[in-house]
């Protein structure tokens, strides 16, 4: 029985109607117009993570290039400069009223050998249909029909490109849209599977055929018409790409549609990062979220993957790397500071993500960019992102001696300081010998300061004092050695810096007062009357900062005529960002 007796079964359009809520499996189908149209407008770009944008076109084809009110086959058209494209076919989809590129404004009559039988219009109908549909001119729009006055047979191809198409980049994912139309939907439909090429292989970009008289974005004039995105996509890696059309449906029986603005589009996912919280103290936990944002046709894409280099200084949780991507995986390796995910987004799926957990024990505002991502594979590349750890400052000092009074003033000397920064280091300062005027000299004056970061993250401000040979006041207090220390440490725990334990201590050699030997355990704060000249304090010990610090001072002495000198004095203490330094 030929096409032409079973197509006579009259108009589809109220049969497709009861028809039109089946839901299309092989593809989505859009709204009309450009398919860079459906997305935010700052497609591919990073900032937004979890809304899809719209993929970018690589390549498309109208079948208007140098075409009139001539009808075209096929194979004897060429695509538009500058990569002029050609196309093939199977002999079946190239005859018997197939392979033509048609417009409402061709001849009334088809054209001799096409074998269109009755149906030449219709084939003008479609075209005129597509083109309403696109939003352009639907009298002069083009399309490439296929009538089928002839079984075709299985899995023939009905349309390939001949010309490897260009890409800008390897490791993308490529799916493809198309705007199709059928008539005669009571009987069989086309069975549109599309496949993108990588050099000789053919790869499915879809799950199953388009099949436009299901679900079409409109019917215009009896004609279904729709524009239709792959649910699927091919990882390519290589440079350049091509397109088939095989149109799964081996029947003549129906299976009348035609095809326009076929599109290669690029829809690789967009990979978003960010940290919450994104300052916090040092030790404390923040998350780092990775986001893989699929484009907004939302086909499926299988097999990215990606690897990140994190800067020195943050310590990964190696045991907290988790993902929520379909079969995907997610390490974190401590050793190396690299996070690596595996995933797929399913059709449909809007985006996924991946997190892993850090800290850092030094401190400091860290950075994350795109060009942190070592090996990429079917993502885009992030913008930046940081994340501040906030670290105590130390605050260590030290001085062998310093007097003060209404005509004179000494020091501090030798003088030691590692402090106001959150960072490690040391100072180490010495003299030989420092003389006071008509209140006495000293010997050797050793000073240091500094402050350091455990392994564990401990922090430890500490100084130190030494003066050797002191003689003050004609021989009221001498000593061979008096010296200090000062400590204020301060752990971290699981979120953030811990209790700060503050330890003072004071040496004391043949220390003497008139004549008198002074305890070399003298109580903290051990006050000496010097009668008619002053008083003076041995093992002075204050708190600074607050309590997040101490002071000791090994003599302190305070004379009646207003000088005040401190001998062998260290100061240790960790404060935060906000407190007052050096603390007074």
């Known amino acids: 029985m030929t096409s032409e007796r079973k ?15 089946t839901a299309l499996l092989g593809a989505a189908v859009l709204a009309a117009g450009s398919v860079s149209g459906i997305g935010p407008a700052g497609a591919n770009t990073p900032g937004h993570p979890g809304t899809p944008s719209a993929p970018t076109t690589v390549f498309t084809e109208g079948f208007e290039h140098g075409q009139g009110a001539a009808v075209t086959t096929l194979t004897g058209y060429t695509g538009a400069a500058p990569l002029a494209e050609t196309y093939a076919a199977d002999p079946a989809w190239l005859t018997s009223c197939n392979g033509l590129l048609v417009s409402e404004q ?35 729009n083009h399309s490439l029909t296929a009538y089928t006055q002839s079984d075709p047979g299985p899995g023939r191809t009905e349309l390939q490109t001949v010309k490897p198409i260009p890409l800008s980049a390897d490791s993308r994912f490529l799916t493809f849209s198309v705007d199709a139309a059928a008539q005669n939907c009571f009987t069989t439909h086309p069975l549109l599977a599309f ?3 990588d050099g000789d292989t053919a790869r499915a ?13 409109s019917v215009i004039g009896g004609t279904s018409v729709g524009t239709y995105a792959s649910n699927g996509s091919v990882l390519f890696t290589g440079d350049s790409a091509g397109i088939r059309l095989v149109n799964e449906q081996a029947s003549g029986n129906g299976n009348d549609g035609a095809i326009d603005n076929i599109r290669l589009l690029d829809a690789t996912p967009q990979l978003d990062q960010g940290f919450a919280p994104a300052q916090l103290p040092v030790g ?3 998350t780092l979220t990775f986001t893989i944002t699929n484009t907004s046709e939302l086909a499926a894409k299988d097999g990215w993957s990606l690897t990140e280099q994190l800067p020195a ?4 949780d190696g045991n907290s790397a988790a993902t929520s991507c379909g079969s995907g995986t997610a390490t974190a390796d401590a050793a190396h500071g690299t996070v690596t995910v595996h995933g797929d987004l399913a059709a449909g799926q809007q985006d996924c993500t991946a997190t892993v957990r850090l800290t850092s024990t030094t401190g400091g505002t860290y950075q994350v960019c ?10 885009d590349l992030p913008g930046c992102t940081s994340v501040t750890f906030t670290a105590p400052v130390f605050d260590a000092r030290s001085h062998g001696v310093q007097l003060t009074s209404p005509l004179l003033h000494v020091g501090p000397l030798p003088a030691s300081a590692h402090s106001c920064t959150p960072l490690p280091g040391d100072d180490t300062h010495s003299v030989l010998s420092a003389g006071l005027g008509t209140l006495g000299g000293l010997g050797v004056l050793t000073t240091d300061a500094s402050g350091t970061v455990g392994t564990d993250g401990t922090r430890t401000a500490a100084a130190h004092a030494r003066t050797t040979g002191v003689n003050l006041l004609g021989g009221l207090i001498t000593a061979d050695l008096v010296g200090t220390s000062a400590q204020a440490r301060q ?5 953030g810096p811990g209790a700060i334990t503050l330890t003072g201590a004071t040496t004391l050699t043949n220390l003497r007062v008139a004549g008198v030997a002074v305890s070399a355990n003298s109580a903290p704060n051990t006050t000496i009357a010097l009668p008619l000249v002053g008083s003076l304090v041995v093992n002075q010990q204050t708190p600074v900062a607050a309590g997040k610090g101490i002071r000791v001072t090994a003599l302190s002495l305070t004379l009646l005529t207003g000088v005040h000198v401190t001998i062998a004095q260290s100061t240790a203490a960790l404060l935060t960002t906000t407190d007052t330094c050096p603390a007074a």
């Open 7 to 21: 197509k006579a079964g009259g108009h589809p359009g109220g049969r497709w109607r009861r028809r039109a809520a």
């Open 106 to 140: 061709a001849p009334a009559s088809a054209p001799p050998g096409v074998n269109c039988g009755g149906f030449w219009e219709a084939n003008k109908q479609m075209a005129a249909a597509l083109g309403t549909w696109a939003g352009g001119d639907a009298s002069v």
């Open 195 to 197: 496949y993108l090429l």
């Open 205 to 217: 970009a879809f799950s199953s055929p388009i099949d436009p008289c299901q679900n079409p974005g």
């Open 284 to 286: 404390a936990p923040t």
């Open 313 to 316: 200084g943050l310590r990964l």
């Open 370 to 379: 795109g060009s942190a991502v070592t090996d990429a594979a079917g993502v």
């Open 491 to 495: 752990p971290l725990t699981g979120t």
